[in-house]
């Protein structure tokens, strides 16, 4: 099961993957029973919101639809975009506020894109050597796990 905002995007996930149930829609109101999923995974999806309620109702509908044995997998950018203002980055508090009533297992990983993209076809060795340097390392990858009632 996949979702996104972006009639385009649907469109071409539907085009790779047609044994994949992917829908179009808002994440504010998602269209699942309560504790449907096991995991629920956002990749870059909250850095470019810059509503602080949507994020709020969105991250509530992801509490709402994983199971209290599942987890929800993040990933995005701890900085902001500074070629793109429609991208904020997001502090590790933000997200522990999001998700009230949980734990969390960040992981700092992603060595700066551009970077990444440059060096890599140099050396691998470098980007690994340079992705040492946490702040280098431009995403949180979390596990945040709902505490059992």
Known sequence: MGMDLLPERVERARSLYPNINITQ?????????DQEFDIVLQSTVFTSILSDPMKRN???????????EGIILWYDF???NPRNPDV?????????????????????????????????????LLCEVLFLA??????????IKPRSK
């Not at 933000?94 to 990983?109: A, H, Q, R, S, Y």
């Open 134 to 143: 946490k702040p280098l390392a431009t995403h949180f990858l979390a596990v």
């Open 58 to 68: 969105i991250a509530a509908e992801m509490l709402r639809v994983v199971n209290r």
């Open 25 to 33: 829609g808002n994440c504010e109101t998602l269209a699942f029973p």
């Open 78 to 80: 701890r900085y902001d």
């Open 88 to 124: 904020k980055g997001i502090k590790k508090a933000e997200i522990v506020n999001l998700f009230p009533g949980c734990d969390f297992d960040f992981k700092t990983t992603t060595l700066v894109p551009p970077l990444a993209r440059r060096l890599a076809k140099a050396s691998w």
